[in-house]
């Protein structure tokens, strides 16, 4: 049974810097693909950045174009858990952030079936 648990969300000033962490559990870390999604009040929910396998990046990263060179994603194979950096937050980045797993390639935002409960990231 696969378990994903965000934290370190919280409120920031337009500008400033977020770490969100996601433990996983219940399953084989390395075939997995990581990735954080997040959803603001009546838009859709929207892929931010992954890592795994298949992911375009030289690293296995993937990354939506409005968060590229602001974010980034990395993993600790040793904890189980994958990191956000958020550097230079905008007021357009408020949102409930979820992390995902899937056991397929990351190089697509969809077919992720295994989610995080979410933490709320608020940018003024």
């Known amino acids: 049974h696969v378990q994903l648990v965000e934290s370190g969300g919280g409120s920031v000033q337009a500008g400033g810097s977020l770490r969100l962490s996601c433990a996983a559990s219940g399953y084989t870390w390395s075939d997995y693909c990581m990735g954080w999604f997040r959803q603001a009040p009546g838009l859709k929910r929207e892929g931010v950045a992954s890592?795994?396998?298949?992911?375009?990046?030289?690293?296995?990263?993937y990354y939506r174009d409005s968060v590229k060179g602001r974010f980034t994603i990395s993993q600790d194979n040793d904890k189980d858990t994958v990191y956000l950096e958020m550097d230079s937050l905008r007021y357009e980045d408020t949102a409930m952030y979820y992390c995902a797993a899937k056991a397929r390639s990351c190089s697509q935002w969809n077919g992720y079936n295994n989610w995080g409960q979410g933490t709320q990231v608020t940018v003024s």
């Open positions: 890592i795994g396998p298949g992911g375009p990046g030289g690293d296995g990263t």
